[in-house]
């Protein structure tokens, strides 16, 4: 399985990105079908639904924060999961570096995936790198969304607190990401077939 690189902009300050995704379980609400069930840091327990295609997985599994290097802003997480109807396994090392840009942070993130069972015979189709690029772009999405709100939530209080005693501030749920359904595959799908009527169509001019 090729190694996975997608990088993304958050028009936030890297001190406050960087925080924000120390919090594994404000992190993993911006994860599509991804699901927190335990937490012992380092260690994290949770379960992902997905599907591919034919092909649908339930993982239940466990990551590991090997590594949070909070100067260099780099973090190194390992992963492995089982889905037990289905019989694929998986494993991942991700790593992503945060670093300052004019708009605000640029997150940058690598994975490498290992897949088997059902699951391993789709990743030979190239669909895990589209995948993995969606996903990207909807937890980008979800990311800039969370931080937004707390930014907010974290200006009202202060504001609050200026002239009068205020309660707290509402907390951000922490509850599962959606699961990826079919209108997240059918996006990568069209993609792919638009991708492929293009390529045909230029090798007949």
């Known amino acids: 399985m090729p190694d996975i690189t997608e990088r993304f902009e958050i028009d936030q300050k890297p001190d406050l990105v960087w925080a924000y995704m120390q919090d594994v379980p404000a992190l993993v609400t911006c994860i ?12 994290y327990k949770g379960k992902l639904k997905m599907r591919l295609g034919p092909v649908a997985a339930a993982f239940d599994g466990e990551a590991t924060i090997v590594e949070a290097d909070a100067a260099l802003r780099r973090a190194r997480i390992d992963g492995q999961g089982l889905d037990r109807q289905g019989g694929s396994r998986a494993s991942a090392v991700v790593i992503y570096v945060l670093a300052p840009t004019a708009l605000g942070t640029e997150v940058s993130v690598s994975a490498d995936i290992k897949l088997t069972g059902a699951l391993a015979q789709i990743g ?15 937890f980008a999405t979800n990311l800039r969304d969370k931080l937004r709100q707390r930014s907010e939530a974290t200006k009202a209080e202060h504001a609050a607190s200026a002239s009068t005693p205020a309660a707290p501030a509402p907390a ?5 990401g959606p699961a990826l359904g ?8 069209m993609r792919r077939l638009c991708a492929s009527i293009g390529r045909l169509l230029g090798k007949h001019h």
């Open 32 to 43: 599509p079908g991804l699901e927190l069930t335990g937490a012992e840091p380092p260690k």
């Open 124 to 138: 030979r189709t190239g669909i895990v790198q589209d995948v993995a690029r969606e996903l990207t772009s909807v």
């Open 172 to 176: 951000i749920a922490a509850a599962a």
């Open 182 to 189: 079919m209108g997240f595959i059918v996006r990568i799908l």
